[in-house]
C-alpha cells in the first residue's frame, strides 16, 4: 500500500471513480432534505444526552462516595495490623526461630478477629510471613502451600504465582476480582495488598492481604441508579477491578479517552451505541465508569420520530435504489475496463486520465512488490534452510507431518532413509585466528561448514550449533554403517584438512544410523552423549556413540588419605611428591579402572575442591588461576579432557608450591618473566602460538593476552614478531642462508609468512632490506 499513496502522490493527482461521480451526481438533491431533518434529529439527541449526562455525574458522584468511604475502612483495617505490636515482635524480633512462643500467634489470631468487623464488604484477611512462610488468619496459622491449594484457593491463580505477587513491595495493590474457592463455596473476590512492614520497600518480610466481596461492592453501584447501567470499577493501573456487566474487553479501547477527572463521552461497543461517563476518585485513584445504552436515554424521542425516520429512510432508500442503478449502468465501460485487466490484458500503451491509471499503477505496484518478496526469500534461504536442519535435529519439528513439499520449499532433499549425526567440537583453532573475537569464530565455522558440505556430496547438511560447535545430518544409502568405508574416509579428510591447512584440532561424536526422519534427534542425542567421552579420550578424536553404549564403568578413586597427603606436600612445597601422587590417582582412574564422563568430572570437582581449600588457607588469589572468570564451576567445565586437567593441576600447584616458598616477587612479575623466558627460548620455533604459551603458563589465552599487553605494553603477537625479525634481520646481514631458510629458523612456516611481516614491520621486503645492507657495506668498504 505505501507504494500505491506513492503513486497518487507523485504521479498525476488520483481522480475518483468515474461511478463516485455519477453516484454523487445523483444523490445531490436526494441528500438535501435528509441533511436537514438529519440536523434536527441531532440537536434534539444532544439536548437529551446532555441532561443524561449531568445525570450520569451525580449518581456516579454519589455511588464514588459510597465505596471510598468503604476502601478507607479497609485501609484503616491495614493499619490497625500492621501496627500490631505482636505482629511486629514477629516481623523484626522473632521472626524464623524455632523458639517462637505459639502462644503469641494464638494471641495475635484472636487480635484480628477483633479487627474483622472493621468493615461489611471485608470477607476475611491474613497476614503472609515471608521469610517462614507461614499464613495467618483470622482462625488458624497454617503454610503457603496448604493454604493456596486447599484453604483459600484461587481458581485463576496458584501458589507460586500468589507468592511471587507478595513477595515483591506494594503500598497498595488492588488485584482485579477473580473467583476464589473457600468455605465449599466460591465467590468473586478483589485482592488487596499491603506489604510489611509499613514504609520498608527493600527488605519485605510480609504482607496483609484483604479480601473484598465484589458483590457488596457491586450492590452499592447498583443502587445508585434505577436504569441498571453497565458499571466498572478500574484501578489505578486501569485494569479492570470489578464490573456488574458480563464483557469488559471493550475498556481497552476507550483508555485513551479517560484522561480527565471526569467526564462523559459516546462510543459504539459492539454494534450499540453507549453513553459513557465516568469519575476518578482522589482517595484511592479508582475510576468509575457508568454505560447505559444510548437508545434508553432517547426512547421517548424515538417513539415519535420513528415514523418520520422510516418515511426518510424510504425515499432516501427509493433514491439510493435509483442512484446507484443510473450509476452503474453508466460506469460499465469502466467496469468491464477492470475486468479486462484482471485478465491480465496488456494496457501499457494505453493513457488514461481516470482511475485507469490508477488501477494500472496498482497491479504493477503488485508485481513490483511480489518481485521483491521473492527476491527476500531467495536470499533468506541458506538461513531458513539452515534454522529448519537445526530444529530437526533437536526434535522441535513435527516429523510425521511433513511433506515432500515442505521439504522442496526448505530446500532440503533427503535421497535415503537413513540417518546419523555427527557432532564437530573446535578444540583449538588458536593457531589459526588471531583474536578470540565473534568475528574469528564465525570464519572458522563457516570454513568447516563448507568443507563438511562439499565432502558430503549432497549426502548430508553441515550447520552451525552454538559457538564452538556444529553438526553434520548424514543422510547414507541403507548399507552404510559404523565404521564404512565413505564415513571413514570423510571424517579422514575433513580433520586432515583442517588439521593441516587451518591448524585447527576438532573432536567428531558420531551416532549410530537410524532409519527414517523421526529417529534423527534420537541419533543428535546419541551424538552429544559420546561427545561428553571426549573428557576421557582426549581432543582430536572420533568418538563412536556404538563403541560406548555397553561399556561398564567404576566409581573414581580418590581417598580422603591421598587429599590429605596433597595438602601436606603442598604445604611443605614438595612439588615432586604433588606429581607423582597426581600421576597416580589419573593412572588408577583413567588407565587402570574405567570412569564415565559424569565420574570423571566429579572427579575434577574433588580436586579443585582441593586446590581451593590450599588457596584460602594460603591466602592466594585464585581469579588469575581460573581465567578471571571466579567461577571454578566454569573453568571445569571449558577442560575437554583428563589430560589437560592433569596438566592444569600440575601447574596450580606449582603456583602454590611456590607461594609456600616464599618468593619475594610478586606473582605478576614473576608470571611475566615465565612468559617472557618461555618466548625467548621458543620463539624460533613454528608451533609457538597463544594457545601454547597459555597452555604452558596454566592460564586461558584471553587472560595471557590481557596480561602481557598490560605488563609489557605491547601484544603478545607483536612482541614475538619483534623478536623474530631482529634476528631474521641478523641471518640477513650474514648473507648465507636464503630467505626460505631464514623463515624455518626464526620460526615461521614459509618464507610468505617472513615476508608478510618482515614488510609490515620494515617497510620493505627482507630481500630488498639485505640489497640495501650489501650495498651500504660495500659503499663503506670502498671508502675505507
Known sequence: MSNTNSGRTEGRPFRRSVFIKLLLSFMVILLIPVSIGTGLYNNMEHALIDHANQSNQALLEQARLSIDSRINEVDQLAVQVALNPTLQLLLYGEAGKKTFDEYKYIE??????????????????????????????????????????????????DEAQMLDIMGEYHLRTYLPAEPVQYSLKKRNMITYIKSLPIGEMIDVKGSLVVMIDEEKILSLL??????????????????????????????????????????????????????????????????????????????????????????????????????????????RPVRELIQAILKGKNISNLDFKNEFAFIKNELITSIDEEKNIRSLLSQQAPVIKSDFIARMIKGYVDTRALTSRDLDFMDVHFNYDQFGVMVIRIDDCFQFIEEDTEREWTLIRFIIINLSNELLAGRGYAIEMERDRLAILLNQPSSTGQGSPDIEMFLQQLRSHIQQKFRTKITIAISSMKYGLDAIAEAYREAVMALDYALLQ??????????????????????????????????????????????????????????????????????INTVLKLFHSLKIDEKQFFEMEGDPLKYIARIGTAEMMHEKLKRLYAVICKAVEGEKVSHSDRLYQKIQAYINDCYTSNDLSLTSIAEYCGLHPSYLSTFFKKQNGQNLTEYIAGLRIKLAKAYLEEGELTISQIALRVGFANDIGLIRVFKKTEGITPGKYREVFNSSSAQKARRS
Not at 461489611?120 to 496459622?141: A, F, H, M, N, R
Not at 611443605?572 to 568430572?601: A, C
Request: aromatic letters at 14%.
Open 108 to 157: 495475635l489470631i484472636r487480635d484480628f478477629k477483633r479487627y474483622r468487623n472493621v468493615s461489611p464488604i471485608i470477607d476475611e484477611y491474613y497476614v503472609y510471613l515471608k521469610d517462614t512462610g507461614q499464613i495467618l488468619t483470622t482462625s488458624i496459622k497454617t503454610d503457603t502451600s496448604m493454604f493456596y491449594n486447599y484453604i483459600h484457593e484461587y481458581v485463576n491463580r
Open 222 to 331: 447498583r443502587k445508585t441508579d434505577h436504569r441498571n447501567p453497565d458499571f466498572y470499577i478500574l484501578n489505578e493501573e486501569m485494569d479492570v477491578l470489578s464490573t456488574t456487566a458480563q464483557d469488559s474487553t471493550f475498556i481497552e479501547g476507550i483508555l485513551p479517552k479517560l484522561t480527565l477527572e471526569q467526564g462523559d463521552f459516546e462510543a459504539d461497543i459492539e454494534g450499540q451505541d453507549m453513553m459513557i461517563s465516568y469519575m476518578q476518585s482522589g482517595l484511592n485513584h479508582w475510576t468509575y465508569i457508568s454505560v447505559l445504552p444510548k437508545e434508553v436515554v432517547l426512547s421517548k424521542v424515538n417513539e415519535t420520530k420513528s415514523l418520520a425516520l422510516l418515511l426518510v429512510l424510504i425515499c432516501f432508500a427509493a433514491g439510493l435504489a435509483v442512484s446507484y442503478y443510473l450509476a452503474y449502468k453508466n460506469h
Open 538 to 607: 582426549g581432543e582430536n578424536s572420533i568418538i563412536y556413540y556404538n563403541n560406548l553404549k555397553n561399556a561398564e564403568y567404576h566409581y573414581f578413586y580418590y581417598a580422603l588419605e591421598t587429599e590429605s597427603q596433597l595438602m601436606n606436600y603442598a604445604k611443605s612445597g614438595d612439588y615432586n611428591s604433588i606429581v607423582k601422587t597426581l600421576d597416580h590417582i589419573f593412572e588408577v582412574n583413567f588407565q587402570t579402572r574405567v570412569i564415565s564422563p559424569e565420574m570423571g568430572k566429579y572427579l575434577f570437582f574433588e580436586l
